[in-house]
């Protein structure tokens, strides 16, 4: 049976990039476990189950399976993870991202095992593509560098924090996916003229927002060959 591992912030993670690529795998059989940073559930971000921000249905869904699925519920740590196990590991976005995934460095070493590995595939989704600005591979290289890649663009950053980089809720963003990532080496373009904005460069696939879930884990199925 094809496996994956969702490594799910537990600062805030953005509804529909997880939940959509979650749903989309477990119809198509792939048995899925849950990893969070200290193993305990998840954090949802609040704006993504908020009607006003993304439409009645979509927060209505988004919080039912948050609050009702025994993967999310239960997660292991990213610690007793081996990304080698698994056939994909996806880490859904959420500026939550930035300050335990992307920094974690158990969830880059399973982003490491999962491209160095036979077949293995990665999805990384939004703010969450801000950790191929710290990730590197077995030789010390950026895993990123000279990759194509999309993700969060400064564009949309722009309009969410303020002069001084901090958030609505009053938090200081330490930094912005697209520099960490272009000083890395990555290609980044998040491709703004078009709806959904999905890259695949070889094991590594990148989405730009929640709008380009669907289409990335449809993606990823075509690159599990499923």
Known sequence: ???ALFVVSEEGYWGEECIEPLET???AGVEITVATPSGGPPELDETSADPDEVGEETAE?????HESDERLNDPIPVARADGEVYDAVVFPGGHGTVWDVNQDSDARRLLREAV???DGK???VCHAVGMLGFARDSQGAFIVNGREVTGFPNEWEEDIVDENDVMPDGR???YWVADEVEAAGGEFDPE???DTSVTVDGDLLTARGPESSSAAAEALLEELDL
Not at 61 to 65: F, K, L
Request: glycine share 4%.
């Open 192 to 194: 703004l003229e078009a």
């Open 1 to 3: 049976m094809t496996k």
């Open 116 to 118: 160095e590995g036979d």
């Open 25 to 27: 795998l477990s119809d």
């Open 172 to 174: 200081k963003l330490p």
């Open 61 to 65: 869904h988004v919080r039912e399976v």
């Open 122 to 124: 990665s999805l990384i």
